[in-house]
């Protein structure tokens, strides 16, 4: 997400851990994973898929 964003991207919305991002017409949605939880990760984390 954070590649996204500095590529141009902007938020449009926001919902808990879920983000839909926008870029001249065309919108990706993403989930962030934070630290911990059932995985036990040491970082955050997202996971980005384009809608169109």
Do not use: D, W
């Amino acid at each position: 997400m954070s590649a996204l964003l500095n590529g141009g991207h902007r938020i449009v919305s926001a919902m808990g851990p879920s983000f839909t991002l926008e870029r001249n017409g065309k919108y990706v949605a993403c989930g962030v994973r934070p630290v911990g939880g059932m995985r036990g990760t040491a970082e955050t984390t997202s996971q980005c898929h384009r809608l169109n």
